[in-house]
């Protein structure tokens, strides 16, 4: 019961891996995938500022965030314990603020963030339902901006991340408990909502996630609760979030699914209270061995760019992944 990938996920990480690399121990089969997600109005009208992904805040003042990530990558087992993942991502992180309402066309300030890289994965099966994992990433960057801010000085920037995984089941598959840690030395620019100017460089190294995962009717209904965590070190900031989901296959070849999110965000110290909501489906052709997996999610967040603001998300995700494509083990 290979559950865990992006059919419960919001948005995927753009410094950590499709899935726990604990889960590479267990497959029983090689997978192929490719995974996309961006807010909805980026995809549909080529304009990442609309009404339902900009924000007013300081009276006068708009900040709009726009992210794509793109995963792709190959997993397989080898031997009787071990597996191994690849997985190629790309990002692009968008940011604009400026005075007055939103217009895209006559933005104040934008500053894009865009990034290749590549993490590679392994996996060991310590016992027939334990395993752990381990991963390494790494990004080549380039950032630019535009408007009155000033250049910068040294805009290539490489990323490095690595994370920890650990996953228990029971034999009969029916529970699975995932947990992974991660580290980044990503850092993003905080401006001042006064002045729309940079106030500092920080970083939200820490990423933690839980998952629970509970089979029902012959692993026809699937319950599935993760819990997920972003620390910082060097400021007051803790952003932590629960998605309980439930998944449903009516027939071989369809499921759904709906999930709801609760958010707790400690920015400085001001707490504020999230919510979101997840709506998903999965279209399998079995003779091929590929799901299609669809989700469309409404989110509160804190600001990556904006101290103590909660920021509106509207994403869509798609992923693509076959599986038995070329090597398979008992």
Not at 13 to 41: C, H, K
Not at 94 to 119: A, P, V
Not at 208 to 237: G, H, M, P, S
Request: hydrophobic residues 40%; proline residues 4%.
């Amino acid at each position: 019961m290979i559950v865990n990938t992006t059919k419960f996920k919001v948005m995927t990480e753009p410094y950590y891996s499709y899935q726990n690399p604990a889960y590479l121990g267990i497959m029983r089969t090689d997978m192929m995938y490719f995974s996309a997600s961006s807010p909805v109005y980026g995809i549909v009208t080529q304009n990442p500022i609309e009404d339902i992904n900009f924000v007013s805040f300081s009276d006068t003042k708009s900040l709009a965030e726009f992210d794509v990530r793109l995963h792709a990558g190959y997993a397989f087992p080898f031997g009787e314990s071990f597996g191994m993942r690849v997985d190629v991502v790309e990002y692009n992180k968008m940011d604009r603020y400026w005075e007055g309402n939103y217009d895209y066309k006559s933005f104040g300030d934008s500053k894009n963030r865009w990034g290749i890289g590549s993490i590679i994965d392994f996996g060991y099966k310590l016992k027939d339902n334990i395993s752990i994992g381990v991963g390494i990433g790494l990004f080549a960057g380039s950032t630019g901006n535009s408007g009155p801010i000033e250049p910068i000085e040294n805009p290539e920037k490489a990323v490095f991340s690595a994370n920890l995984g650990f996953l228990y089941r029971t034999l009969n598959e029916s529970f699975i408990y995932d947990t992974r840690i991660g580290y980044s030395n990503e850092t993003y620019d905080v401006i001042d909502d006064e002045t729309l100017t940079v106030e500092k460089e920080t970083s939200v190294p820490i990423f933690w996630e839980n998952t629970f995962t509970f089979a029902y009717n012959e692993r026809r209904t699937f319950f599935n609760l993760k819990q997920l965590n972003d620390i910082c070190v060097d400021r007051v900031y803790y952003y932590g979030r629960v998605l309980p989901a439930l998944e449903h296959f009516f027939v071989d070849w369809f499921s759904a699914r709906l999930g709801i999110e609760g958010s707790f965000a400690l920015l400085n110290d001001s707490p504020k209270l999230g919510y979101g909501f997840l709506a998903g489906a999965t279209f399998r052709i079995v003779k091929w061995h590929c799901d299609i997996d669809f989700n469309l999610t409404y989110r509160k967040r804190p600001s990556r760019v904006v101290e103590e603001l909660l920021y509106p998300d509207f994403i869509v995700l798609l992923s693509l992944s076959w599986n038995d494509v070329f090597i398979s083990r008992e």
